[in-house]
């Protein structure tokens, strides 16, 4: 048996390695990142100005909708499922994941998925263009026939998806260190545990919801259609019972990296580990009982308003602790400021601050006000920019060492990280305002009121986008020519099973399982 990647082609089509299929991940990610950002730029060029200035309106809503699909499904977490194929085995002390075939399955659907998402743009009548949300009807009766693709393309996310889960859950019970009980686990792979869960309850939803979509259009059901019977708010309930635990399913590997970043740079270990973990198993549980919290606006007795507003604000308190443990793990360490560090900073910050925003969504009275406006387009970009794309970031800086055994340039991370942070809130925190005045959400044109603002807006989605191509470069450059490193532990405040192993990462490691203490 050779030991060491295959040759050429096939390395890549048929590995089981769970470092190659990472990297496929990552890299994959990357790219749809790109996609979904050239989207991006083409919203905010045409919100540049007020009027009618580049593309139809109906490309405009192909656009905000292909951008929210391409971003949520293809960038965001095939990311940090990349990121749990590298690092779990590597943090848990096993060889590699537990059924690394599907694994490899796993990651190969989706260039496909994404492939048939993609084409749609290509199709007659264009691409899906009723929002990332694809509301009934709009999705249904109303939409361009390339919908049956974008139907079929969702299932083949959701079982990549799935599989992907099986086998974190699988790995992380069954393949753990000797001595590596679950309360020494490192927080990052506990996150993944909990979100794997999440992931195989709400999938199957998501898939329910669009075979029901399916029936309707093909099939002369009338799940979503009042005419025979149905209801349209029946698909908002399916949509969101799956759409609210999938903003979790994003955030919480994210709060996963922070919590193993913030010590490394502190130079302490994590304040309150153990509550950490039931803060997330918290936050995992609550996320199911909130969904109509995105639908107050569509006739629900009083009493349902009343419920789903108070369960909403007590998602706030874990993760309010949370956010503590991680201030309180900085207080009176030993802070440098290395690229990953101000990463988490960043994050910590406008996390909080989308966090802030989510609570003023949560009531009921004052949603009515924000409801699809803008404002919620900033709230949800705080806590999915500033939350899962920023620690994304820090991820790759904390560990590209590691897996390329080559040091990035700090000044080069620096300026990437500062080009962003400030892009970021340049983009978004207008829209707070925009929104708080009355702007709706997904259009191509807007009242002059809302000009300048809508400028400031554009001017940073530019910045922003054009600082991930620095960052695209000081990865490569990294690859490629970095500054070799061998010491093991490339930070000198890290902790974990994955910094005993030599820099770059072996391709096969722990064929020995290591003792924990």
Not at 195 to 205: E, G, Y
Not at 373 to 382: G, I, K, M
């Amino acid at each position: 048996m050779a030991h060491g990647p295959a040759k050429g082609l096939s390395r890549w089509l048929f590995t089981t390695n769970h470092k190659d299929i990472g990297s496929m991940y990552l890299w994959f990610s990357f790219a749809m990142f790109i996609l979904g950002g050239s989207f991006a730029m083409v919203i905010r060029a045409e919100l540049f100005q007020p009027g009618m200035q580049l593309v139809e309106p109906n490309f405009f809503n192909q656009m905000t909708t292909m951008h929210g699909l391409v971003m949520v499904f293809g960038a965001i977490m095939p990311s940090f499922v990349g990121l749990a194929n590298w690092m779990i085995p590597l943090m848990i002390g096993a060889p590699d994941m537990a059924l690394p075939r599907m694994n490899n399955f796993s990651f190969w659907l989706l260039p496909f998925a994404f492939l048939i998402l993609a084409s749609t743009m290509f199709m007659v009548g264009g691409a899906p263009n009723f929002g990332w949300t694809f509301y009934a009807p709009l999705s249904t009766t109303y939409a361009p026939p390339s919908v049956t693709f974008f139907i079929f393309a969702v299932h083949v996310m959701g079982a990549s998806s799935i599989m992907g889960s099986i086998n974190i859950i699988a790995t992380v019970l069954n393949m753990r260190a000797p001595g590596m009980t679950l309360m020494k686990m490192p927080l990052f792979v506990w996150t993944w545990l909990i979100t794997a869960f999440l992931l195989i309850a709400v999938m199957p939803v998501l898939a329910g919801a669009v075979t029901m979509m399916l029936m309707d259009i093909h099939f002369g059901t009338s799940f979503f259609s009042t005419a025979g019977g149905g209801d349209p708010v029946l698909f908002q309930h399916v949509f969101w019972f799956f759409g609210h635990p999938e903003v979790y399913i994003i955030i919480l590997p994210a709060f996963g990296v922070v919590s193993q970043i913030i010590p490394t740079f502190a130079r302490k270990p994590l304040f309150g580990y153990s509550s950490m973990v039931y803060a997330t198993a918290s936050i995992a549980f609550l996320s199911f009982i909130v969904w109509a919290h995105h639908m107050y606006t569509v006739g629900m007795p009083i009493a349902g308003e009343m419920y789903f507003m108070i369960a909403t604000m007590l998602i706030a308190v874990p993760t309010g602790v949370k956010v503590f443990n991680w201030v309180a793990t900085m207080f009176r360490g030993s802070i440098s400021f290395e690229t990953p560090m101000l990463f988490c900073i960043a994050f910590i910050v406008l996390f909080t601050t989308g966090g802030f925003s989510g609570l003023m969504l949560s009531l009921a009275p004052s949603d009515f006000q924000y409801h699809d406006s803008y404002f919620v387009v900033a709230h949800f970009h705080y806590v999915m920019v500033a939350g899962a794309v920023f620690s994304m970031s820090a991820a790759v800086y904390y560990w590209l060492p590691k897996w390329s055994g080559r040091m990035y340039s700090e000044a080069m991370g620096k300026t990437h990280f500062w080009i962003s942070f400030i892009g970021f809130n340049l983009t978004f925190f207008p829209q707070h305002f925009v929104g708080l005045a009355g702007m709706p959400r997904r259009i191509p044109d807007y009242n002059l009121i809302f000009a300048d603002w809508n400028m400031v807006s554009s001017i940073g989605a530019f910045i922003y986008g054009s600082s991930q191509i620095l960052f695209l470069f000081n990865v490569v450059r990294t690859v490629v020519a970095g500054k070799p490193t061998t010491e093991a532990k490339t930070w000198d405040g890290a902790e974990g099973l994955e910094w005993t192993v030599p820099s770059p990462a072996p391709y096969h490691t722990f064929s020995v399982p290591p003792q924990v203490k």
